[in-house]
């Protein structure tokens, strides 16, 4: 069963409405099947958080159609679309979004606060757990603005994680991480995947990262360009992501 799909998006932030190239996405179609691991690569401003804004309903495309488990987002109402993104979704967004006036183990543990049914000590080991295995256990107390770019990252990504979602939307998750903690986070995420089924979605400029990933959109000018599948091991993976980087072309640092 498909989980997300996007039928011919088109997104013009403001201004006149023209499809061109100048769009931030350009009729951008796309299925995501359950328990996919999708990496989505593409130059800075190709459109990669503008899809993900979309795919999770916090905003809306100009043209084309978002489907969420076969049913077209626009006969959600605002309250489904709440309910949608709190019940299935596991988001950690480019910039983290964390609240600065609570502590790195506050803000991980928000989302489990809506819900109904609390267990104190089943969130406590929970967080306890991903705390550790991040490795800013020692940082739990802290406000975001005392802490590292990479530690208010792992932060929203124990955040995304605590409600064990069925979807992670994740956008450049590792971005700020050196590369030990990048692929702990790689780890975790492909053992969720295969564990839980957990469908995946991760934009990222790092071509290791992505080659954990299944299967890797590229994006240039609001469509996408071409995708590969992961049939071999991540080495010859990686290489292949590298050719088709080179193949898109702009400028590499760019990607
Ligand atoms: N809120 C906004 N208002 C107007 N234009 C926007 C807005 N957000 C993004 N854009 C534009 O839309 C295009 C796509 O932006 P987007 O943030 O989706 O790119 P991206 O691929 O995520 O880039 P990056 O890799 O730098 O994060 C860019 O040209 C950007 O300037
Ligand atoms: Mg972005």
Request: proline residues 2%; contains cysteine; charged residues 25%.
């Amino acid at each position: 069963m498909y989980v997300l799909q996007a039928e011919n998006i088109t997104k013009v932030y403001g201004g006149k409405f023209e499809i061109n190239s100048n769009n931030a996405l350009n009729g951008i179609s796309l299925n995501i099947e359950e328990g996919e691991f999708t990496g989505i690569m593409g130059p800075s401003g190709s459109g990669k958080t503008t899809l993900l804004n979309i795919l999770s309903g916090l905003d809306e495309a100009t043209l084309g159609k978002v489907k969420i488990m076969g049913k077209d987002i626009a006969s959600f109402t605002k309250d489904d679309i709440a309910i949608f993104r709190r019940e299935n979704l596991g988001i950690i967004s480019q910039d983290f979004d964390l609240l600065e006036d609570l502590t790195l183990e506050e803000n991980a543990i928000l989302p489990l606060f809506i819900k109904d049914d609390i267990d104190e000590k089943g969130i406590k080991d929970k967080v306890q757990e991903l705390f550790r295995f991040f490795n800013i256990w020692e940082q739990k107390d802290k406000y975001p603005h005392n802490v590292s770019g990479g530690q208010q990252q792992r932060a929203a990504a124990c955040r995304a994680l605590i409600t064990n979602p069925k979807i992670i939307m994740a956008d450049e998750p590792t971005g700020n991480l050196d590369s030990r903690a990048s692929t702990k986070f790689m780890k975790y995420m492909q053992m969720i995947n295969e564990n839980k089924n957990t469908t995946i979605m991760m934009v990222t400029h790092d071509s290791y990262a992505a080659s954990f990933c299944k299967r890797v959109l590229f994006i240039k000018d609001g469509k996408v360009y071409t995708e590969i599948y992961r049939k071999e091991g991540g080495k010859e993976f990686f290489n292949r992501i590298l050719d088709c980087l080179a193949i898109i072309g702009g400028e590499i640092d760019e990607i």
